[in-house]
């Protein structure tokens, strides 16, 4: 069971609920996939490794890798390299569909590096940022902060295979949470958002104001609590499980790594291929 959630004592402050982004949302998209990531125990095995997270992982660690490397050292072919030095086969059908993919990847990241100030140094590179509410203690992990002028920039790279909707800087609770971590965290303001799609090259971008940070913040909070109180329940009837963390069924349970173990998917588990563009 979760220590997450401890019990009250007289003249003690209520105990903050430790959330991210990916706790949040995996509570938001299915209670009973929450209870089966972070509560069972023992842990309930995982689905097979999937080729499109193996992809985003890639390019991920050789983004921040290059951002490690002598100014004069950071060219495209050197991210090239180091998306080649982060490759790994989990996933793909077969060693051709896993060199194409890793063709693509290296393709995303040189075009993308190719556009990039090399002289540039970000003010934080996989930063964790944390901050409280008054319930929650939220951390997240950026991919990138930018400093520029007298104001902080979130940075978070997205590898999927679709084009960014217009409002989906906007949209992320992610994202919101990361400017207000990085603004408590760093000291300095944080208004900014962007989403840079490697596939496309598109960036997207969204400024935020006190009141549209403020609404996700409320959001985040209110989430928050209705996983806390979910787990609260448990420690009192452990039993009614279903009740307390109900499956939500959709589109999507084929990629969820509990499909397996899940009677309220009644489907076919997506191949671990499945997700990629196959005819690129």
């Known amino acids: 069971m979760s220590e997450n959630v401890q019990p009250e004592l007289d003249g003690m402050p209520n105990r903050l609920f430790s959330a991210t982004p990916t706790r949040l949302d995996t509570w938001l998209s299915c ?19 999937r080729a499109a997270t193996t992809m985003g992982i890639a390019v991920h660690n050789a983004l921040k890798d290059w951002w490690k490397l002598e100014a004069a050292a950071r060219t495209p072919d050197s991210g090239g390299a180091l998306v080649r030095a982060n490759w790994r086969d989990d996933g793909f059908r077969d ?9 693509r990847a290296v393709a995303w990241v040189q075009g993308y590096l190719s556009r990039i100030n090399p002289e540039f140094e970000p003010r934080g590179v996989e930063r964790t940022v944390s901050f409280t509410t008054d319930h929650l203690s939220l951390q997240g992990r950026v991919d990138r902060i930018d400093e520029r002028g007298d104001e902080l920039v979130i940075v978070d790279y997205k590898t999927g295979r679709h084009p960014l909707g217009e409002a989906e800087s906007a949209s992320s609770l992610a994202l919101a949470i990361y400017a207000s971590g990085a603004e408590r965290t760093l ?35 209110q989430i928050g609590m209705e996983a806390a109180a979910a787990e609260a329940a448990l420690k009192v009837r452990p ?4 009740v307390i963390f109900p499956p ?28 990629i563009d196959l005819t690129e």
């Open 248 to 275: 939500t069924p959709s589109s999507l349970c084929g990629y969820c790594d509990f499909a397996q173990h899940c009677d309220a998917f009644t489907g076919t588990p997506a191949l671990p291929w499945a997700g």
């Open 31 to 49: 209670p009973r996939k929450y209870r089966m990531n972070y509560l069972d125990s023992p842990k309930l095995p995982k689905g097979p490794p």
């Open 239 to 242: 039993t009614e499980l279903d």
């Open 95 to 103: 060693d051709e569909q896993s060199q194409g993919a890793l063709a």
């Open 187 to 221: 000291r300095k303001t944080c208004v900014q958002v962007e989403l840079h799609h490697l596939p496309t090259g598109e960036v997207q971008v969204h400024r935020h104001t006190p009141e549209s940070r403020a609404r996700h913040i409320a959001r985040a909070d």
